[in-house]
C-alpha cells in the first residue's frame, strides 16, 4: 500500500522566517512520482513540482525548494522569506505505476504566514 | 483553453436526491479522475477513466457512478445522497505516457464543487 504523511498539521511564522514542510511516503514501487500541490483560500489546487523516484536532485525555484531523500523516504518543502501570500494547505503526494495510478495525497499541512 | 471545468460550483441536496456533478476538459486529456476532499483526510480518488468507455474504481468509490461517453466529459452521479457524502469533489485529467501510465504527467485539477447532503 501507498502512504503519505504530513506531520505538521499547522504552521504558524512571521513573515521573512524560512519554513520547512515535511513530507514522509511509503511505497512498494521502485518507479514513483511525488508532487507538491498548494490549495490557497480560494481553494483551487495549485501544481508546484514533481519528481521521479530516479532523480534525487534538489530543485529550487525562487523562494521555493524541495529536497528529495529516497534513503529517509522523504521530500520535504522549503520556503524561504515567507510572504503572506505563501498563507495556504499544501500537499504532498505520492503517484506508483500500479493499478489506478491515483495520486495518493498526505493529510496536507496548514501554512499561516502573519504579517 | 479552459483547462478542466466543474460545475456546479456549490450545491446543497437533502438526503435521497440524486444529482450529477459535471467535469469537462478541453486538453484532450485522455486520463480523468474524481477525488473527494474531507478535512484533515487530504483527497481521495472516487473513480478514473483512462479513456472513452473505459471507467474503474477509486478508493472510496461507494455511492457514487461515473460514465466516459466522450475524451472531454466524465460526470460523476450520486445516486442517493447521503449527508457522508459532504464533501469538496475535484476532477483531474492527466495525459497517459509510456505503456498507457500517467505516472509523471502532470494532473490538471478542476476549480472543486462544495456539496452538502442535509
Known amino acids: 500500500a501507498q502512504k503519505v504523511t504530513q506531520a505538521q498539521t499547522e504552521i504558524s511564522v512571521v513573515e521573512k522566517e524560512d519554513v520547512t514542510l515535511d513530507c514522509v511516503y511509503e511505497t512498494r514501487d521502485t518507479t514513483y512520482y511525488l508532487f507538491w500541490y498548494k490549495q490557497p483560500p480560494s481553494g483551487e489546487l495549485v501544481f508546484l513540482i514533481r519528481r521521479n523516484s530516479f532523480d534525487e536532485q534538489n530543485e529550487i525555484s525562487g523562494r521555493y525548494s524541495w529536497n528529495f531523500q529516497k534513503s529517509t523516504s522523504s521530500f520535504n518543502f522549503t520556503i524561504t522569506a515567507s510572504q503572506v501570500v505563501d498563507s495556504a494547505v499544501y500537499f504532498c503526494?505520492?503517484?506508483?505505476?500500479?493499478?489506478?495510478?491515483?495520486?495518493?495525497f498526505g493529510q496536507g499541512t496548514r501554512l499561516t504566514i502573519n504579517p | 483553453n479552459a483547462g478542466v471545468t466543474q460545475t456546479p460550483k456549490f450545491q446543497v441536496l437533502k438526503t435521497g436526491q440524486s444529482m450529477t456533478l459535471q467535469c469537462a476538459q478541453d486538453m484532450n486529456h485522455e486520463y480523468m479522475s474524481w477525488y473527494r476532499q474531507d478535512p484533515g483526510m487530504g483527497l481521495r480518488l472516487i473513480h478514473y477513466?483512462?479513456?472513452?468507455?473505459?471507467?474503474d474504481q477509486g478508493e472510496v468509490p461507494n455511492g457514487y457512478n461515473v460514465s466516459r461517453s466522450t475524451t472531454e466529459d466524465f460526470p460523476l452521479r450520486l445516486l442517493s445522497a447521503a449527508p457522508s457524502q459532504t464533501s469538496v469533489y475535484f476532477c483531474a485529467s492527466s495525459t497517459l505516457g509510456q505503456g498507457g501510465l500517467a505516472g509523471y504527467n502532470e494532473q490538471f485539477f478542476g476549480p472543486g464543487t462544495r456539496l452538502t447532503v442535509l
Open positions: 503526494a505520492l503517484r506508483g505505476i500500479q493499478g489506478a495510478q491515483k495520486l495518493v
Open positions: 477513466s483512462v479513456g472513452a468507455g473505459i471507467t
